[in-house]
């Protein structure tokens, strides 16, 4: 089984051992091991129900109530994006941003963010005012001005349009690669998990069927080819049979 | 691979698609066929002041009626007896100062209301205890008639202002209290798992999550509070009373005058709807954030 990531970084900044998580009846998280590298940038895929929000939200602190054992370790300064952006309608988008955040000028650091993510001009709206891409800018831009070790994102870019979801994975690597957080990126798209993430594990019956380094050479021809390998080996882990691949992937 | 999964795409939806421009192209490019345009469906052109229309049509058949007799007089005095009537009521003094009285009633009935009702929505809504101190004897007290409590709180405390404002009160609150408190209890979930992650402390998360998203609830009980205060002091003038509205109907009612009758209905109509609209106006300026979504 491809869990023998440990020892590939260093020093990680989260270690996850044996983590379990039962619904009911149903295992959801089976015994799970994983660590995550200072500035690693991990992608999780998996079919729907598989546990990959169930993970994420165990790393994040907010599965109150759900039975399982094991443990992990995770820094302090953790920043979650959900899929929706969630900013409290009945503040302005600078005012969301700056929110709960505590040290000096917090509305000046907030306004910094909002520069960072291009919504400097939309600082004094109300955010059912921004359009959906606007709205999960300044959700990034509220995770990332609490300066976290460890960014999670619970398939940020889903409810986006195509076009919206392009320049926001492009924006997205620009602050990683700025910031230096460890990311964990829950998706079901798996060309974004290439795109994106360093790495990338496939989740499946419970634990983590495939654990693989993207690392895309940089000549445009070998890049192809490597990333046809790792998305037709990516896309057959998660069910889609050969047949299918010809026909339209 | 880019390239090679969109030629792919294109091989496989090219039939496909063709043959669907080809069943939509004749309906489009045929000229008459595409200057016609569709039935609208819906209610129809908005007309300004439209909404007069009803209230002014009322008035005429009214007035028609009236004038040519077809409607008793003793049964509904003319719209324009009605009128001299009012004028000759502010004249002596005597319709400001039972509506003067009349809405003070209802003012401090309202303020206690507003107050028990927020406070207790408050302590019932933040707290397990207070909810289970609380909500009961409300929803008992609600499930009485509030005519019913009125021989039990005259018999406590008389038949003066006080009792009046009390009967108020306890009519009122009881909105206020099941918005705010449904308010406080509904809080998207949503936005408590974000107030986790943020690592909000429990005044910040009441402050800037709890309170706001529980803000149009209270003020949705208010408007019910402000539409039941005008209710309350009709049952509260009515059963016994020396002065305000309701004792003026009653006299109204002894000598059989119903233009004083008609004219105070329409004072009551005036006082509900200028109230109602306040409230809206209140509404409107204390969630901001809400107003664009009507624009």
């Known amino acids: 089984m491809a869990q023998d990531s440990r020892g590939l970084s260093p020093e990680p900044v989260v270690r996850v051992r044996d983590l379990t998580r039962r619904y009911g009846e149903r295992t959801i998280l089976d015994h ?61 988008v600078v005012d969301n941003v700056a ?45 990332l001005v609490r300066e976290p070790e460890l960014l999670l994102l619970d398939e940020p870019f889903g409810a986006l349009d195509a076009l919206t979801r392009l320049r926001m994975q492009a924006l997205l690597l620009d602050l990683c690669a700025r910031h230096q957080p460890a990311v964990l990126l829950v998706t079901h798209d798996v060309d974004e998990a290439i795109h994106l993430a360093q790495r990338v594990l496939v989740l499946d019956q419970g634990r983590f069927s495939v654990d693989i380094k993207v690392d895309l050479p940089d000549e445009p021809g070998p890049r192809e080819r490597r990333f046809a390998e790792v998305r037709a080996h990516l896309l057959t882990s998660l069910g889609v049979t050969e047949r299918e691949l010809r026909r339209v992937a | 691979m880019a390239d090679l999964s969109l030629s792919n795409g ?31 469906l819906g209610p129809g052109p908005v007309i300004p002041y439209g909404a007069a229309l009803g209230p002014v049509l009322l008035l005429i058949l009214w007035s028609l009626g009236s004038a040519t ?49 927020a406070t207790l929505g408050v302590i019932a809504g933040l707290s397990r205890i207070g909810e289970y101190l609380v909500d009961g004897p409300i929803q008992i007290k609600r499930a009485i008639p509030a005519l019913a409590l009125i021989p039990l709180l005259m018999l406590w405390f008389g038949i003066g202002e006080g009792m009046k404002i009390l009967t108020i009160a306890l009519i009122t609150f009881a909105p206020i209290y099941i918005q705010t408190h449904d308010g406080l209890r509904s809080t998207d979930a949503r936005f408590i798992e974000l107030a986790e992650t943020l690592d909000l402390s429990n005044a910040q998360f009441l402050r800037h999550v709890v309170l706001p998203a529980a803000l149009p609830g209270f003020l949705l009980g208010l408007r019910f509070g402000v539409t039941y205060s005008w209710l309350a002091l009709v049952v509260v003038e ?58």
């Open chain 2, 238 to 295: 009515q059963v016994n009373a020396t002065s305000g509205l309701g004792y003026m109907i009653n006299l109204a009612r002894t000598y059989g005058q119903t233009e004083v009758i008609i004219l105070c209905l329409a004072v009551y109509a005036a006082l509900g709807l200028s109230s109602d609209w306040l409230v809206r106006f209140i509404t409107r300026k204390a969630l901001p954030w809400r107003k664009i979504l009507a624009d």
């Open chain 1, 32 to 92: 799970v091991d994983l660590d995550i590298g200072r500035g690693e940038f991990v992608a999780l895929l998996g079919r729907s129900g598989s546990g990959k929000s169930t993970f994420l939200r165990a790393l994040a602190g907010l599965d109150h109530g759900v039975p399982g054992s094991g443990g992990f370790e995770a820094p302090d300064a953790v920043s979650v994006v959900f899929q929706d952006a969630r900013l409290l309608p009945w503040k302005k």
């Open chain 2, 69 to 117: 007799g077809y409607i008793d007089d003793r049964i509904l005095s003319a719209p324009w007896t009605v009128a001299t009537t009012g004028w000759d009521l502010i004249q002596d003094g005597r319709l400001q100062d039972n509506l003067w009285t009349s809405f003070v009633r209802s003012f401090w009935g309202l303020f206690w209301g507003i107050v028990a009702g």
């Open chain 1, 99 to 143: 929110l709960g955040l505590g040290g000096a000028a917090p509305r000046e650091r907030a306004l910094r963010a909002l520069g960072e993510v291009e919504l400097t001009a939309r600082a004094e709206a109300w955010p059912l005012q921004l359009s959906g891409g606007e709205q999960q800018r300044a959700a990034l831009a509220r995770s």
């Open chain 2, 10 to 40: 294109r091989d496989v939806a090219a039939p496909s698609r063709s043959s669907w421009l080809g069943r939509a192209r004749p309906r489009s490019s045929a000229g008459e066929a595409a200057l016609r345009r569709r039935r609208k």
